[in-house]
């Protein structure tokens, strides 16, 4: 169990034990909160992390093998609390091996002043350099890695990391060698292969590289695809847009050919159509989440669909919170929020269940510029165990850090 109030928030100083009979949970709650809550069915893979919804960032997690009530040994000073049921697991890996599976407290705040990690040091081809950055993609370790787009390369960074980053994919020029690429446009880890799946667009196909040591060159997944966004299930089935053709399709790894899940009805503005679809994301249903960057909104494919919902934007162009402008990077939580970069707004923005008719803005929305609470076409964006969210800033030519307060 937990100390909540009425209101969904959690009594920070809550003292909380583990009954040594039955494993459950037992919290000494303060004024204004009562001792609720559930841990049923959790499967505890990792670190409990947030501080609104279990443990802090070091704790140690297991759970009872009769009751699935949740133990957490903190560390600092965190208290233990908070249910960490499946709907409030904060660090679940996918098969892909990122940290795509996490929970992110409704009503969180993130500083509104960005921590450059990566770039911000002007164009250029210098590894602490990026040229018009599209997605990224942070692991388990938080550890990032970069679509480079006109540096035809893909930039590594590891968490700690104060030296420069490192180039694990391309970086040999302009071309369709197995060793190059051309224009890459997003990428992601699997962990299984270890190695890095890759948008290399302007080489119509998508390539993989292994991220072992000495490795000088991929090898083709798929070809004839204008592919832009990428994304693996933990099914280990791989989803690919195809700009082109106006479609995403989902593909067992070693297949050519695919399912259609998205799409494929030509460009235009229908529910059944997309124009210009850009990135992409799979939540834990297989539902597909699209954002459809020319008619500025964020579609929902649920799983067979033959049309999808429009659940953010299609309000025309325009800077109102029911609005989009060109939105691209797009992440969905185990809640079912979700994050847009709206990038002809500057601003990243969050959608909850209950916000049925208009976002929230959560950074950003401090007009075009370069100041660390600013964006100039923010594009890709996703978030690490702890909730911390990483924006690629592409017109200003860099990856920043927002922490979670």
Known sequence: GYCGDNNGGYDPNALCSEDPT????????????TNTGSADNVVCTDSCTIKNGGCGPHAACSHHANTYAVKCTDK???????????????????????????????????????????????VGVATNQLNWPQSLFVDADQTVVIADYWNHRIIQWKNGDTTNE????????????????????????????????????ENQRVV????????TQGEILLDNIYCWGLAMDEQK??????????????YQLGEKNGILVAGGNGQGDGLNQLSNLFNLFVDR????????????????????????????????QGTALTQLSYPYGIFV???????????????????THR?????????????????????????????????????????????EQFSIE
Request: charged share 20%; hydrophobic share 30%.
């Open 166 to 201: 490192q180039v694990v994919a391309g970086g040999n020029g302009q071309g369709n060698g197995l060793n190059q690429l051309n224009r890459p446009t997003d990428v992601l880890i699997d962990t299984e292969t270890n190695s890095l799946i890759i948008c290399d667009r």
């Open 76 to 122: 600092a000073d965190y208290t233990n609390r908070g249910s960490a049921s499946e709907e409030r697991r904060t660090d679940t890996r996918s098969a892909s091996g990122d940290i795509r599976i996490v929970t992110i407290p409704a009503n969180a705040k993130w500083s509104q002043n960005g921590m450059n990690i990566v770039g911000g040091n002007g």
């Open 285 to 316: 249903k297989h539902n597909v989440y699209v954002s459809d960057y020319s008619n500025h909104r964020v579609m929902k494919w649920n799983k067979c669909a033959k049309e999808g919902i429009v659940v953010a934007g299609g309000q025309g």
């Open 333 to 351: 939580d185990t809640l079912g929020t979700f994050y847009v970069a709206d990038s002809g707004n500057n601003r990243v923005m969050r959608w």
């Open 237 to 250: 089935y791989l989803y690919a847009s195809d700009t082109g053709k106006g479609e995403i399709r989902r």
């Open 22 to 33: 039955t494993s459950a949970i037992v919290c000494t709650c303060n004024a204004g909160y």
């Open 355 to 399: 916000d049925k008719k208009q976002g929230t803005v959560i950074v950003g929305g401090n007009g075009q510029g370069a100041s660390t609470n600013q964006f100039y076409s923010p594009h890709g964006l996703s978030f690490d165990r702890y909730g911390n969210l990483y924006v690629v800033d592409c017109n200003n030519h860099r990856v």
């Open 208 to 215: 993989r590289w292994s991220r072992l040591s000495g490795t």
